[in-house]
């Protein structure tokens, strides 16, 4: 490592973490622990990489960092490759990183997330229920609204980024 780089990634230079607003799972932990509950039974029976995929993608739609961090990190433990959550932002534009399995789950994932875009279109919901079997449809919609229910937490509560470790939150 050269100075220059150790020099670039010194903490002084970094900006001051956010202060958190307000943090619902600590104050309401029946609603925390439910909502653990409903993301590990909105995941049954889904790919866990593709479950992280659509995570992070409506983490970015959404700017939820604290999100973003976790789900990222979780990927990459769970093996999947740094270029594939890069390219995830321009999917489109990197399709071929992608199954179109995948490629299905991320634009329904998309429409779910982004409902004021003219809601789920017919294509988009069509292309997903082609790839997947009409159950784990119902799981993939399950998972993208758990995380959606997630992401408006963590934004709202401006909770910080960066301190997430995989394993941290397993139940």
């Known amino acids: 490592m050269t100075t220059t780089h150790a020099h670039h990634h010194a903490p002084a230079e970094l ?15 029946d609603v925390y622990k439910a909502m653990v509950r409903l993301d590990i039974a909105a995941r049954q029976g889904l790919d866990p ?50 199954t179109e399995k995948e490629l299905a789950a991320l634009a329904l994932t998309e429409a779910v997330t982004v409902l004021t875009d003219g809601f789920v279109p017919d294509e988009v919901y069509a292309e997903a229920a082609a790839h997947f079997e009409e ?31 995989p394993g941290d939150f397993k139940s």
Not at 15 to 29: H, M, T
Not at 72 to 98: C, N
Not at 143 to 161: E, H, K, Q, S
Request: charged content about 20%; hydrophobic content about 45%.
């Open 15 to 29: 900006a001051p973490e956010e202060p958190r607003r307000i943090s619902v799972s600590e104050l309401l932990p």
């Open 49 to 98: 990489v593709l479950v992280e995929l659509v995570k992070i993608r409506a983490s970015q739609l959404n700017q939820c960092a604290f999100c973003l961090d976790m789900h990222s990190k979780d990927a990459l433990a769970a093996g999947e490759s740094a270029e594939r959550i890069v390219q995830l932002s321009a999917w489109r534009e990197s399709r071929h990183f992608y």
């Open 135 to 165: 159950t784990e449809l119902a799981q993939l919609i399950a998972a993208i609204t758990v995380i959606n229910a997630w992401n408006r937490f963590g934004v709202t509560g401006r909770l910080a980024p960066g301190h997430y470790t």
